[in-house]
């Protein structure tokens, strides 16, 4: 632990600048890509930029979470730190979309070191009665950055532009490694062991084709095609190897008996589902104001401001009190707020007043805002030192894979329902002509996003484009019902455990 309490400000404000770093740039590049896009060209490759950063992160983070184990922290942090400093200024400096997407891999490959180092290094340096409030603190600034990143790429990108959706990093990671390297003195001490190459290979392996399969499945291929086949077929393969090769190694990438402990494994659980659901919230809530309120892009960026809010403040509160009950007892009142929140988001209609929204998006937000800080908590719950990067980064590499799994999954979901809501509405009024005398009708939901489009639309074919589109997005929010529920009896497993505060012995 760090000896002199005035450096501990100093090291978690570092912490604090590293995360809301790298959790806003995995959203903050998604409002600026049509401006990239119309400037770079390269529209059939767009998608690398994004799957090529995800892939990075993803791949990296068991890694980078073992190897702090076995190093240190402090040098990986700085290391994840540094490389994502050097990608973010190449990509701004992109003259191709090819190269922005390696580019993108670059700044994913330092991303990867510094969301589960952080939150660790939380635990090495301060007591378990501090813990709670720090990790709250860390996951509130997590939870607020993902939903800031949208509204600020807008604004930048419109005011200033799409070079400095990159370029704000720069500033922001030099403090953060100020801060690191001047203040923060780490004292555990870590052994040399041997580096377990085949787990780390098979893993990362495994991941990219994974990831590739989804981002390209439905996209660029059919799901039923070769390609996306052998990705799925070689993901499962990689990954079969990789348990094998964790079962046989001395020091694994992920000591899989940590899953046989039952809090661990339920956090993990956890993590997965809250991910995969969470970040439709902040995909869809945005279309909806905007496609069916009639909103502005900003607007819709600035309507996420008050399930931003609900985070910061259920990961607080979460902190605030996980020394006072079990983790299970606060996560109880997280899925609660949760669970009604998102029913209550599948109920919206184009007449739904907007205060109403508001309040359904504080309540998910503040259930959802507890898992930012209860679930990397309880992930090393009674750990020694020497596994606690490998499960933090397990419990982070989970929570993002849940995202990309899960809007990927909704997002198909959500295009299907479109479509045939839309092809129910105007059944008989499409086609050259039309039938029976019916208007000929093309359908490009895209019209409905731009109000300059929209008011040429004639009243009843916008209403209708209107309704498909809500009772698309509002279906979807209620079928992320199932794996709430999932969450609901993961939790009933979590048992009794709660953090240990050593007593201080009596005076005299």
Known sequence: MIKKDKNLKFVVAGLLLGILMSAMDNTIVATAMGTIVSDLGGYDKFIWVTSAYMVAVMAGMPIFGKLS??????????????????????????????????????????????????????????PPENRGKMTGLLGAVFGAASVLGPLLGAYITDYISWHWVFYVNVPIGILALFFIIRYYKESLQHSKQRVDWIGAITLVISVVCLMFALEFGGKEYDWNSPQILGLFGSAFIFLVAFFIAEVKAKEPILPLWLFKQRLFATSQILAFLYG???????????????????GTAKNAGLILTPMMLGSVAGSSVGGIFLTKTSYRNLMLISILSYTIGMYSLGTLTPDTARFLLTIYMILVGFGVGFSFSLL??????????????????????????????????????????????????FKGMQGAGGKGGAPMIKLDPRQIFESSERSQIPGFVLNK?????????????????????????????????????MKKPAKG
């Open 69 to 126: 184990d076995m190093y240190g922290r402090k040098r990986f942090f700085i290391f994840g730190l540094t490389v994502f400093l050097i990608g973010s200024s190449l990509c701004g400096i992109a003259q191709s979309i090819i190269q922005l997407s390696v580019f993108r891999a670059i700044q994913g490959i330092g991303g990867g070191a510094l969301m589960p180092i952080a939150f660790t290094i939380v635990f090495d340096i301060f």
């Open 276 to 294: 995969g659901t969470f970040i439709i919230l902040t995909v869809f809530i945005p279309i909806f104001v905007q496609a069916v309120y009639g």
């Open 376 to 425: 990397p908590t309880a992930s090393l719950h009674n750990l020694e030192p020497r596994y606690r990067g490998s499960a933090n980064s397990t419990n982070s590499f989970l929570r993002s894979f849940g995202m990309t799994l899960g809007i990927t999954i909704f997002g198909t979901i959500q295009n299907n329902l479109l479509t045939d809501k839309l092809k129910e509405a």
């Open 465 to 501: 484009m209107v309704h498909a589109m809500s009772d698309s997005i509002t279906h979807t929010f209620l079928l992320t019902l199932i794996p709430i529920v999932l969450a609901v009896i993961t939790i009933f497993f979590m048992g009794k455990a709660r953090v240990e505060i």
